[in-house]
């Protein structure tokens, strides 16, 4: 069993930043990957960006060179590192343990405006 608590989402204006977080507790293993989804209404959950134990990451197409994924091993903390948001960003944002995923936390949401 693997518990996730995502934090950070917020309110944010177009162009805008915001850093989500994401601990991990429960049985860890330190060679899982970690990873983010996102899921806006009316759509299914997609594919943010995962990181592996050794730091390798992958992205969406949508997001890349703007997200970044980075991990803190021994806080058991994923972070992801959001700039330059766009309105179509606006979802509900899910960490992810392992991948394919097998534990979800309970999400949070971003809003962009504009």
């Known amino acids: 069993q693997v518990h996730l608590v995502e934090s950070g989402g917020g309110l944010v204006q177009a162009g805008g930043s915001l850093r989500l977080s994401c601990v991990a507790s429960g049985s860890i293993s330190s060679f899982a990957s970690m990873g983010w989804y996102r899921q806006a209404p009316g759509k299914q959950r997609e594919f943010v960006a995962v990181i592996t134990s050794g730091g390798s990451t992958n992205y969406a197409d949508s997001v890349k060179g703007r997200f970044t994924i980075s991990r803190d091993n021994a806080k058991n903390t994923v972070y992801l590192q959001m700039n330059s948001l766009k309105p179509e960003d606006t979802a509900v944002y899910y960490c992810?343990?392992?991948?394919?995923?097998?534990?979800w936390g309970q999400g949070t949401q971003v809003t962009v405006s504009s």
């Open positions: 992810a343990y392992s991948h394919p995923p097998r534990y």
